[in-house]
């Protein structure tokens, strides 16, 4: 009788609890991790440990992901070079990611590839994107940046007229991209400034059988190695620059510019110049530096900002070109991360100041200017 009576004062007891409302609801699914932007590099020819162009890219891909960790980045790399090929390796990835970096001017052929895949967001550096006709075009899912590297090139000419020695300079570029060509073409503005104002006498050294050839074929001069990724070709020709009496030998090729760098260590009373990135501990060889400073092209930061964007929802597609006037293009200063004097130091700043307010505009590939006739000079 008495468990017959406990078994109906449970079952009233469940019964009140429903009609009260006061049983336990059940706990509510957790919600997903908010899901992070999937990135990916694309490189061509040298990869994103390149310690120069590529790895400035990834450098500020990488800034991003340090605020937002549960972002994503995949580096890939296409090893020739070849236009055709670097459009079809992002083409193999395009629909695995939200965001895609691609490092160079071979990749201006991707405005159709985005097209096709407004989802994505691309980043697009060193070259606008071009239509199946080679036309300048611009995409709303492509941020492209390009920069005044003669602007950045123009100071390392400076540098290097000021603190040559035997008097003879050289630029060691990689490939005649109109990016590399500004470079070299600024270099020379820069030598050719400093000659008129700062009272040096320095010859721009160029070998005819390293003469570059730029996009539209015209041959631009230079000394080029005919590749980003070739140290065993940039040893070579900076050997053959030394073997004409080069005691600063900048180099601006990527990764073939360590061969450049292996050359002056093993040399002595030899120097060069960084490009794009600090490029100061790669010089370092016992108790010396080869490295007098670096030139900047400010693309981590660049890259960064419009990740940034793309995470908000702000992202605004477009071609920009970004120079001094954003602090996109500069030279390294902070003490301890150069060798310049403090006379080179102060005609640098006072130059980077006419270059900020346009009283110097530097040569560049298809600036309508050349080294030997530009405003300021």
Do not use: W
Not at 49 to 76: K, M, S
Not at 195 to 206: L, W
Not at 321 to 327: N, S
């Amino acid at each position: 009788m008495k468990k017959l009576l406990a078994l109906v004062l449970a079952g009233a007891m469940a019964l009140s609890m429903v009609a009260c409302g006061g049983s336990e609801p059940a706990p509510a699914p957790e919600a997903d991790a908010p899901a992070g932007l999937k990135i990916a590099i694309v490189s061509s020819p040298s990869g994103v440990d390149d310690g120069n162009f590529n790895e400035t890219n990834y450098n500020g891909i990488l800034a991003f992901i340090e605020e937002h960790p549960e972002a994503t980045v995949t580096p890939v790399r296409e090893e020739t070079g070849d236009v055709a090929a670097a459009i079809q390796a992002v083409a193999d990835i395009v629909a695995d990611y939200d965001a895609i970096v691609c490092c160079g001017f071979q990749f201006a052929g991707i405005a159709t590839l985005a097209e096709e895949n407004p989802d994505v967001k691309f980043i697009l550096v060193d070259t606008f994107p071009s239509d199946a006709n080679g036309a300048e075009v611009a995409v709303d899912n492509i941020y492209a940046m390009t920069f005044r590297e003669q602007e950045s090139g123009f100071l390392q000419g400076v540098a290097a007229a000021m603190h040559t020695a035997t008097g003879k300079v050289a630029m060691i570029n990689g490939i005649a991209y109109p990016s590399n060509v500004n470079y070299q073409y600024g270099f020379e503005s820069g030598v050719n400034y400093a000659n008129k104002y700062f009272g040096t006498s320095a010859e721009v050294v160029e070998l005819a059988a390293y003469a570059g050839t730029d996009v539209t074929g015209a041959n631009v001069g230079g000394n080029y190695v005919g590749n980003f990724s070739d140290e065993a070709g940039g040893k070579v020709l900076a050997e053959a620059l030394m073997g004409e009496g080069c005691d600063i030998i900048v180099q601006a090729c990527g990764a073939s510019g360590n061969g450049v760098l292996t050359a002056l260590k093993e040399a002595e009373g030899v120097y060069s110049m960084g490009s794009d990135v600090d490029q100061f501990d790669d010089g370092v060889t016992g108790d010396r530096n080869v490295i007098l400073t670096s030139a900047l092209k400010v693309m981590d930061k660049n890259v960064k900002e419009q990740l940034e964007k793309i995470n908000d929802g702000t992202f605004v597609g477009g071609n920009y070109l970004l120079g001094a006037d954003t602090d996109s293009t500069g030279y390294v200063s902070a003490e301890g991360r150069h060798q310049l004097t403090e006379e080179t130091m102060a005609n640098l700043d006072a130059a980077f100041a006419k270059i900020k307010s346009g009283e110097i505009v530097p040569a560049a590939n298809f600036n309508g200017y050349t080294p030997d006739a530009f405003p300021g000079l």
